[in-house]
């Protein structure tokens, strides 16, 4: 399942968009700020209803227009998400509607790799934990999924009890952390089956994309897992009160990564960083095609940070894989040596215009 046509209207600075990719490697060059990032943030945002680049909506409607909207065919289905400047999102599957981001990223399983993919390493533990619960989400969905919405809104109204410091309510609280313990480890235990799955391809990946890096993983739940969960609760009760919040739980779990004790984020190079980054996405994606679902990569600025020999092992690597590839380049050249030629669709942006390159055209 891939992208078979996409239409874009007032994203950014994309003019009226109608292209339709390949089923294999797409890939797009022009000049800096000629569009190529708001197409792939576009493609993103049929998959999580919102931007990798800007949390106010207001910022990716052009000048002058009330609304964006961006339309896919998936296969013999539609999907289209449409914003307007007050907010209002509008999602659309066929001829209906759905409520819920949820159900868009289950539709269209996504992975992006772009100039900030370091994050994943760099940033606090929350881009981790949801890069975990991506993996998870599809993997074991009907499981999950209702299960974290379920404690979500638990320790939602647990905060808001501990920062009003309502200590009359501390019998409601603790019949909620019964119900909050046993989601916990629930949860818990799917996220450290999908790690212990995860890192054996993961592994295999990196050796050769790092090869002399010895990476390891360690899954933290969030809160000491040698003690009841329950018994933690009942135990730091009082401090929650003081702090406001909870400050143990699944919502604090984290992915160490580390090279012979050392935090990774402190020993490499940007460019080990991103290569360390591509093999976590690799990773998950393989994981994915045992399921029999595809994934779309977006991938901005591929040659970037990158050594060619890096370049060429991993799109190699991605290239024999269930995958459907948007990547941007400035250059044609940079991009076409890349992969074969017929697996491949050039297109040229420019000015917020895309043009499919014909395979007899000059690159």
Not at 23 to 32: K, P, R, S
Not at 306 to 319: A, V
Not at 347 to 361: A, L, M, T
Request: with cysteine; net charge positive; proline share 3%.
């Amino acid at each position: 399942m891939g992208l078979s046509r996409l239409k874009i209207s007032n994203f950014r600075n994309l003019n009226a968009v109608d292209i339709q990719p390949c089923q294999d490697i797409n890939l797009f060059y022009g000049a800096n700020g000629s569009g190529k990032t708001s197409l792939l943030e576009s493609i993103y945002y049929i998959s999580f209803a919102r931007s990798f680049r800007s949390r106010i909506s207001s910022h990716i409607i052009q000048n002058n227009k009330d609304q964006f909207s961006v339309f896919a065919e998936i296969d013999a289905n539609t999907l289209g998400v449409e914003r307007n400047r007050q907010g209002g999102l509008a999602i659309r599957f066929n001829t209906g509607s759905i409520v819920s981001a949820s159900e868009l990223s289950k539709l269209l399983p996504l992975q992006l790799i772009y100039p900030d993919s370091y994050q994943l390493l760099n940033d606090g533990s929350k881009i981790r934990r949801q890069f975990i619960d991506w993996g998870v989400f599809h993997v074991e969905h009907q499981i999950f999924f209702p299960l974290w919405k379920r404690m979500r809104k638990i320790l939602q109204q647990r905060n808001v009890v501990l920062k009003n410091k309502k200590f009359q309510a501390k019998p409601m609280i603790k019949a909620w952390d019964i119900e909050f313990a046993e989601i916990a480890r629930t949860i818990t235990g799917l996220r450290s089956d999908y790690i212990n799955n995860f890192y054996p391809i993961f592994d295999e990946i990196l050796c050769k994309l790092l090869p002399d890096k010895a990476i390891k993983m360690k899954f933290k739940p969030g809160w000491d897992n040698t003690q009841p969960f329950e018994n933690i609760l009942e135990r730091e009760l009082e401090k929650d009160f003081q702090f406001g919040f909870t400050r143990f739980g699944p919502h604090r779990a984290d992915l160490e990564i580390s090279i012979e004790h050392h935090l990774a984020k402190n020993i490499l190079s940007r460019g080990e960083q991103k290569a360390l980054v591509c093999a976590m996405r690799l990773a998950q994606a393989r994981i994915l095609e045992k399921t029999h679902e595809q994934c779309v990569f977006l991938i901005d600025d591929l040659p970037s940070e990158l050594d060619e020999e890096k370049r060429k092992i991993f799109c190699d690597m991605i290239s024999h894989m269930k995958t459907q590839l948007f990547i941007t380049g400035i250059s044609s050249n940079s991009l076409k040596n890349l992969f074969a030629p017929k697996l491949t669709k050039m297109f040229h942006v420019e000015h917020g215009s895309i043009r499919e390159i014909e395979k007899h055209d000059e690159y």
